[in-house]
Each structure stands twice: as structure tokens, then as C-alpha cells.
């Protein structure tokens, strides 16, 4: 008997990089959705053993909150994907990239962007997972 598996991707397997945002991290948000600092609370999907800290890195969606922006979107609890580390990572083909700054783009639910442009370069791995942020992304490394 021949027992066929059928498998959906919605998004690429990600990547082992080092989750180098722990909780608690704040960092600025690349975005026009008039968040400017955000701070992260939680990493959505994160699975630690018990006492471990939730960390998050590339490509990661957070729950963050807003610390700086607009005053309609202040002390809200948004989501967000990590898209700059000043971590280095590794790449399969060899390169290491970092970035000089962390950063993050606010987004909804399913992953769309909320701002309409991103003013600085994003990794070409938070666009594999996320394809809503390439769209509107000025330049993609």
C-alpha cells in the first residue's frame, strides 16, 4: 500500500539565523504607519522550553508596542516583522549580512504591510516569508 502525503507551504521554511531581539527590545519602525519606536513584547510562534525568553530574528512576526508615533497609535499593541538586525547572519550562498541598525515594519494580521512605504533596505528573507513587504519596498538586500 502506497500512502501518499500531500503537503501546503504558505510561506518558505525559515531559515536558522540568531534570534538576537529578546523580548523587551525596542528598535525603530521603517514604516510610514506613524509608529517611529516600537518595543517588542512577544515573538508569534516562538516555542521555548520553560523560562526561556521569547527572542526573535529575520522575518520574524512580533507583537510589539508602540513607545514613539502618532498620537492615535501610541500605547496600542500592534504586530510587526523584523526586518534589519545588526546581527550578521549567513546566507546559503556563502555572504554574511547585518545590517546598522534594527528595524521593523507594523503590519496586520496576515501580514500586509500597514504604512504604504519602506524607507530603508529590508533583507531579501523577511520578503521570502512575507511577500506584502516587497511590494513596497524601496530596496531589497
Known amino acids: 500500500m502506497v500512502r501518499r502525503i500531500k503537503t501546503v507551504m ?3 521554511p525559515k531559515m536558522k539565523t540568531i534570534r538576537s531581539l529578546p523580548s523587551k527590545a525596542k528598535m525603530p519602525a521603517v514604516c510610514n504607519s506613524g509608529a517611529k519606536v516600537i518595543e517588542v513584547i512577544s515573538v508569534v510562534g516562538f516555542k521555548a522550553t520553560r523560562g526561556q525568553q521569547p527572542s526573535a530574528t ?3 512576526m512580533v507583537v510589539a508596542s508602540v513607545k514613539k508615533g502618532t498620537p492615535d497609535l501610541r500605547k496600542k499593541v500592534v504586530r ?3 526586518v534589519q ?3 550578521k547572519f549567513r546566507r546559503v550562498s556563502g ?3 547585518h545590517f546598522e541598525q534594527n ?3 507594523v503590519v496586520d494580521e496576515d501580514g500586509n504591510p500597514k504604512g504604504t512605504e519602506i524607507k530603508s533596505p529590508i533583507a531579501r528573507e523577511a520578503v521570502d516569508r512575507w511577500p506584502g513587504l ?3 519596498a524601496s530596496m531589497v538586500i
Open 58 to 60: 529575520i522575518g520574524d
Open 85 to 87: 538586525t545588526k546581527q
Open 10 to 12: 504558505k510561506r518558505p
Open 103 to 105: 528595524g521593523a515594519v
Open 80 to 82: 510587526a516583522v523584523i
Open 134 to 136: 516587497g511590494k513596497i
Open 95 to 97: 555572504e554574511f549580512v
